[in-house]
């Protein structure tokens, strides 16, 4: 009854049965290139789920929130990258397999391999297994490992091929050797949307009037080099992301809708909890979580709620859900504060969503690079008075009696903070003053060359580069999970496996549509129901192949397919159909036209199964007429 | 009018607005990475736009026919466009320039620098205008330019570095030197996702359980490496398709639905009147275009129908649209027609949807390069049963007379046609027979050895390679081309661009909020009406910017919102609120809450503009209490 009650299976049940998840809903729903790690594609359901899950999103975030959304080009020129600071991570340097073509990171490559051998040395040695003195390594290729992985970062691409060739550094995958080190700072594939929201900031800004706060979102591809791809969908060359860059003022990050998340609950693990080496969560709301400054301000809090109302409506379990805080030495130099959403799976707690403070960081880097101001220019509605101190030059007097100095006097007099200026003003007041210049030579001025006088300053625009919070989601990973926690197994046969999308919405197909067989008498039936399902927008789907109808249901309960009607020498006499509710298997019988209506209301959500069976009684099985 | 009527602005109209339309609301809608051609994001409207769109698309074709989604990965392994025939026209050899670092394909390189170079030679003799000498190129450089070209596809990468040097032949764009060739076989970026389709094709076909007709569709990027991006839109590197592909039987190539769409009239160009070098269009209904041998099969016809449809119904022009069949000397040599929706804009009839009869091509391809079987197997309600020659071998005394030779005699016997196999039988009747093998040898045989016998042969399953029918889109000349044909700009003052999208739902914005001014105590209602409309399902924006009214409404007029709601001091004080229609710019009157319900019916499309004026008062200024 999950597809009814919103519950979903125990972790015990999934854990249970892995093994047929694996060997049949997951090859039903997704397929990749053979033989190429990395890459998937996803077939009709695991397409239909993603564009289901794709459709709440915008629905979620960018509707509800009123955001900007953005689609903007994978294809990246790379110095948007090195401005980002993402070359550092995204090398230059790669090398080819030799006999495959397969393009490697040399820094990763040397990693990997140079640590995997030090990996499997310090292994034996702990075993005391060693048999020849040949597995084990000597100290000082030990060393030399340990000195070569110490300063990866500072080799050069002819130094990385010398590496590969010392010490025998062939492609894991594979074993053949490489090739040399070549420069790829062509066009680069983004590793994320993110920097095409702050490319477009300005023009954003503007859209939105030149007011923050406001969130741009944007929906897209975007690629990892993985040397090594694993661990199915959640390690993944390509993958869809959907992040969202919300731009907010670094003096007030309040949230106007906070009150709207302020008591839902959430597991927490935090910071200090890890430090101190536990894993121990805490369940609070997100309103005590911000107000004991355990998530670091309210419009972060919103979204950490925000996510977790998602995860939750798509399907995904709560008592698999945690947000993990990021610890002070895992988070960037620039970042306030970061969350991760980790959902519990087959593979353990994968990160599936952050959501991260970054500070000013983005915006400022890619206007110190272009030059172009990235700041919002806001009119105070009282303009800020302040008095100050300043200098006053009589640039004739100035002029004629410094000549070539009184540029370096001026800069120096102009660079004093209010404190200096008003000792200086003192000391003009008792008739001289001698200024010093950085460079340490002084020089005497008098009030004939310089006054310093106070003034009322009024300030009616503040300009300011906005902070970003960006919850940043990966869609693939939260697509991955939420199978595993949809899928469970019938009781009496643990083999047959049945999805249960807690959310009806979130099934594929809605409807299938069994013909007792493949035989042309039904033809006009079978026409008949989908053209009606159609019309009336439920999405269906015929499955008259030739096989029993139980295993049609079977492997359609696989997928995820709530309903199912059968067409039977009865339907063609009598113009009835059954209908049948996936998690309970339950069957009812009504007129053709009554179990449309029927499932339709169902499937809009309108009526529970509860309900339908009130509209249609059981079928007892006497109804069907066999050939 | 044209929101309500469905009617669309002239030719004329467009042409006349072209320089505000590219001024004002291009810059609105779309951005692109400055410095870098061929590159465009969206923005906020752009990608609502482009967003509606593929929400049309995935109702008209996905939803409507039951196809299969599919979503694969833009990076594809190179032995896929090795085999699909691509790799002839996405060459391997590339160059950077020295100074950008900027690739290019090398041997469009040498092509489009001497094909330059001979067109201009070509003007200037024509126009003898010869001043000096130097500037005509001599003979022998025109005869060895052709020569190179008509030679490029045999190049090395050597050659062609060599010919860059020789020719001092430079990036077009830049003028700046280009480095050495390299080959880049590494990961392609597909340049549609057809074969996507094709890589999983025996999965589709197992998902359908093995039934033709079924057709697969996939949205998303595709690239290609253009030398010289131009025409905005109309020729980019990266862009969104929308592809479809229809597997068929080759011997049944009708369409169960064609009756639906038989009586569509459309607008055709078709290849007889192209190769007698006219372009005069003829209008006629698909039924009559297929009926007489136009249009080559009914599924094709079908597709047509459908694209047109599709086209109109998001708002195409249907007078500047027509279909364009692919003469025989630019269809590639497997397919057995092809036709081109091609829409006209200021650029002239553009491709936006090409749509191709490509036969078994594809499949065979792949088949044949990866050795697993591509095909249908169709179990035949009737077994076909025949009578064949079938030769009997005496395997034993074969081998005893004809040792190492057996081999060949028995595959030249079993390769032979049942007429060979008939004569055969007659000699062997006369006592002995001579075979022939391929390479000349000859032997004598006798019915010891081998005797032919008629025998009835039962087959039960047919076994075929569908063949593909391919609609395929370029969303986003489609986008494009729709601006130009929603656009339009007042009588009153050519500078005031209007964006009228026929179908209200196409606009990213349905209804503008728009408060007198950015005063605090308009904050309540702004966000009472934003709220009350999301929560209809109403897409709002408020522009509550520094300018006057009629400012705020012009530029949103440009993005192709529909209605604006106006709060002033009235609306404080009485809680009223004005209606305002982009196309008319009429303006109502009402309470909020009514106003608010109108609005939303409006938007549902549930009551035109004439019905919502019924339940809403002019508003005649005096309701409007400034400060």
Redesign the interface.
Known sequence: MAAQDGSVPSATTVNKITHPFDKMTFR?IL?N?EG?AG??????P???L??NIIAEW?KHFI??E?M???????????PVFETSGHVARFADWMV?DVKT?D?LRADHLVKNVLEARLAGDKKRKKKKAVKTAAVVLPDDVVAEYENILAQLDNYSGADLGELCRKHNLRNPDTDNEVGEP?LF???F?RPETAQ?HF??FS??LD?N??RVPFA?A?I??S?RNEISPRAGLLRV??FTMAEIEHFVDPEDKRHGRFKEVRDVKITLLDRHVQEAGRSTTAQMTVGEAVDNGIIANETLGYFVARIYLFLIRIGINPQRLRFRQHMANEMAHYATDCWDAEIHNSNGWTECVGCADRAAYDLTVHSTKTGQPLVVRQ?LKEPIVTEKEVPEWNKKALGKTFKQDAGVIQKTVESMDQAELTKLKGQLAQGKAVVTTTEGKEFEITPEVLTVERKTIKQSVREYTPNVIEPSFGLGRILYTLLEHSFWSREQDVERGVCTFTALRRSPTKVLVVPLSAREEFDPLVNEV?TKL?KAGV???V????TSIGKRYARNDELGTPFGVTLDFASVQNRTMTLRERDTMDQRIGPIDEVIAVVTELVFGNITWEEACKRLPAYDGVQAVDS
């Open positions: 039903l397929t290139y190429v890459l998937y594609d996803y077939g009709p695991g397409s239909s993603q564009a915008r509707i509800e009123n900007l959304e953005l689609d903007t080009t994978v294809m990246t020129p790379s080819k073509g393009v070549q700072n062509l066009m594939l095409g490319l477009n023009r954003l859209f009037n030149g741009s944007q897209g591809r690629f060359r390509e009119a989908s159609r999405f269906s789907r499955d008259d192949s030739n």
